[in-house]
């Protein structure tokens, strides 16, 4: 199976600052990393996601870098507002046949302060 | 709007009691998902249904049965509620993206926010 480990768990930064969550996986056959943003009362949505073959994937002020010598992947949001007050979730397969699991992060709690 | 709803959107239950978690899909997506979300916890599979007529374990199933009705529907039941399944519960759908497989998006419902006294 596949074993996610998100950090950290909580995060506050001021308004039109950078912030930085990652995520380390242990299958090396994984090859798929979706980045999920919960808002309060509602399901997790994805926002981005980078396949194995590319190591930095960019939307607007969202990218995704991925390590796969290290097995760690790191989402930054740049010029932070409050409407990203969220949580993160980072995910990774979980190898199965015929099916396409995924195995979440513990989640981040983003906090941007006005 | 095209999507994934659940219902219902809250439910309280004494111990014991059984009930069942609704979940519907609109996009045509072969698969289904049923994830519960604890505080500190993530989300956490419960069962799952990679196509219709076929349904899997996931991470966290014990005290829960699942049936897939058909493509659209696929629904969670609590046969005998413990507290220690007082959660949210969030049902999601996948298809494909493209010709790359094993990528999958998936789409999640609103939750719904199960109490057991």
């Known amino acids: 199976g596949e074993n996610v480990e998100q950090h950290p768990s909580t995060l506050s930064v001021q308004e039109g600052d950078s912030a930085v969550i990652k995520c380390t996986y242990s299958?090396?056959?994984?090859?798929?990393f979706p980045w999920y943003k919960q808002e309060l009362g509602k399901g997790p949505q994805l926002i981005i996601d980078?396949?194995?073959?590319?190591g930095e994937k960019k939307d607007q002020r969202i990218a995704v870098t991925l390590n796969k010598t290290a097995k760690h992947f790191s989402l930054h949001i740049t010029e932070t507002q409050p409407e990203d007050s969220a949580v993160y979730f980072c995910?990774?397969?979980?190898?199965?046949?015929?099916?396409?699991?995924?195995?979440f992060g513990k989640g981040t709690k983003l906090s941007v302060i006005p | 709007n095209a999507g994934v709803t659940q219902t219902p959107k809250f439910q309280v239950l004494k111990t014991g009691q059984s009930m069942t978690l609704q979940c519907a899909q609109d996009?045509?997506?072969?698969?289904m998902y049923w994830y519960r979300q604890d505080p500190g916890m993530g989300l956490r599979l419960i069962y799952y249904?990679?196509?219709?007529?076929?349904?899997d374990k996931g991470e966290v199933p014990n005290g829960y049965n699942v049936s897939r009705l058909n493509k659209r529907e696929f629904s969670l039941r609590l046969e005998s509620a413990a507290p220690s399944q007082t959660s949210v519960y969030f049902c999601?759908?996948?298809?494909?993206?493209?010709?790359?497989?094993?990528?999958?998006?998936?789409?999640f419902g609103a939750g719904s926010r199960l109490t057991v006294l």
């Open positions: 999601a759908s996948s298809g494909p993206q493209g010709a790359l497989a094993g990528a999958n998006v998936l789409t």
């Open positions: 299958d090396s056959a994984s090859n798929y």
């Open positions: 980078i396949r194995s073959n590319v």
């Open positions: 995910a990774a397969p979980h190898s199965g046949a015929g099916s396409y699991q995924l195995t």
């Open positions: 996009m045509n997506h072969n698969s």
């Open positions: 249904s990679a196509s219709e007529g076929t349904t």
